[in-house]
């Protein structure tokens, strides 16, 4: 019996994040927040749920913001768009 299984990736969710700003250029309204979800799948059905990937983008100055280099109010935004 041959089996598939392995990792895929869901659909990525992105919001813009309205009230902050971004620390490096300062520009505010620019953050956009996206959440890439990965699954474990068999025979491509997704069984069990992995750890999301998530960062921050500013839209201006084009630099990305994951893991320690995010601002508690970028971790609160993201948890949102989990939601």
């Known amino acids: 019996m041959i089996l ?9 969710k992105t919001r813009q994040l309205q009230g902050l700003s971004c620390p490096f250029c300062s520009q505010k309204g620019s953050l956009s927040a996206t959440l890439l979800p ?5 025979f491509w059905i997704p069984v069990y749920r ?4 998530r960062w ?3 839209d201006h100055c084009k630099k990305q913001y994951e893991g ?16």
């Open 68 to 83: 320690r280099e995010l601002t508690p109010e970028m971790l609160e935004a993201l948890e949102k768009v989990a939601d």
């Open 56 to 58: 921050v983008a500013c």
């Open 4 to 12: 598939f299984f392995g990792t895929r990736t869901g659909s990525p």
């Open 38 to 42: 990965h699954f474990v799948h068999l």
């Open 50 to 53: 992995l750890r999301p990937l």
